[in-house]
């Protein structure tokens, strides 16, 4: 029997530790932690996330300030405001909502972001703190979507020791973060992407595939092995015909599902499995921050989910 990874459930729990704990630096140190989403432009799918980032944080207790910004914003502008954001007390998390336009260079945005306000992870420094490993990671901190990712892969594999994982993509965001939380779990870890000779057999000797891309379904039943797991960390909107006939639009990942659920021994589904988790984690990251800013430990490890 195929296991339906429920990252829905997941993260509500997570998210259910994220209030408490953020109740309890309220409650105790007079701090509430306060996450700052900087928008700029119209991005549709932004928008999106931005408006559900917002509405969770509060559920959480988490205090957002919202910086949106038209479309041709210069990177001057934006550097002002990361500026004074790094230079607010009352702010512990910086958000930066990508991609930027073109005018702006992303890079030099994220880098300006205060290394100990980068909830998303991104900064070269958090970035280079998570290939180091160790105790640099303990400080450090990891990008959401990979981090949901592995706490989903650690509660269906407890034990991910020796496994083959094939990461598929190599973005700064999910691809590059992912193999490095992979290879501290002690996986051989194979990333593939665009320019991958043998794809679908790289991917079909694994006993894990973390899949990235952005391509819809691309990963079929015969690319992977049998009882592999599936994390699909795609979120692709594709046209679609409704059960009244008319046009329409629907979200799938970057594996096809109904395809390969047989084969595997567990999969997550789109909507409803790695998507919950980014926004839980980056809460949860956020909290962790207000912590570090009042001179409290952490309030709990990075894997510590009950
Ligand atoms: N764009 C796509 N995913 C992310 C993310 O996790 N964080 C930010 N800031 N932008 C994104």
Redesign the pocket.
């Known amino acids: 029997m195929t296991k339906i990874i429920d990252g829905k459930e997941f993260a509500q729990k997570i998210r259910n530790q994220v209030k408490e704990d953020s109740d309890r630096l309220l409650q105790n140190h007079k701090v509430q932690p306060c996450l700052a989403v900087v928008l700029v432009g119209e991005n549709p ?2 928008k999106v ?1 931005v408006g559900a980032k917002t509405k969770m944080a509060a559920e959480c207790n988490i205090i957002t300030k919202d910086f949106k910004m038209e479309d041709t914003t210069d990177q001057a502008t934006v550097l002002k405001v990361i500026d004074e954001l790094n230079n607010d007390p009352h702010v512990h998390g910086i ?5 930027l336009p073109k005018q702006i260079d992303e890079r030099a945005v994220i880098d300006a972001i205060d290394v100990k306000k980068d909830v ?1 992870g ?1 900064h070269a420094i958090n970035a280079g703190r998570l290939s180091i490993g160790g105790e640099m990671l303990k400080q450090a901190f990891i ?3 990979p981090l949901g990712s592995l706490l989903l892969l650690k509660d269906t594999l407890p034990n991910l020791s020796g496994l083959n994982a094939v990461v598929v993509g190599r973005s700064n ?2 691809g590059k973060p992912m193999s490095q939380l992979l290879i501290q779990e002690s996986c051989t870890v194979t990333i593939v992407h665009s320019r991958t000779k043998n794809i679908e057999a790289l991917c079909a000797q694994a006993d894990i595939i973390v899949a990235g891309v952005g391509r819809p379904e691309m990963i079929k039943s015969d690319w992977i092995k049998k009882d592999a797991v599936i994390i699909d960390v795609g979120i692709n909107r594709i046209p679609t015909i409704k059960s009244d006939g008319s046009e329409g639009t629907k979200i799938v990942g970057d594996v096809d599902y109904q395809d390969v659920f047989e084969k595997s021994s567990a999969i997550t589904p789109v909507p409803g499995g790695v998507g919950p988790m ?1 926004i839980a984690c ?1 809460l949860r990251n956020t909290v962790t921050s207000a912590y570090r800013h009042s001179g409290q430990a952490d309030p709990r490890g990075t894997f510590d989910i009950k």
Request: with cysteine; aromatic share 12%; hydrophobic share 45%.
């Open positions: 799918a932004s996330y958000l930066v909502q990508l991609p998303d991104f990008p959401c979507t965001i999910v980014t980056l």
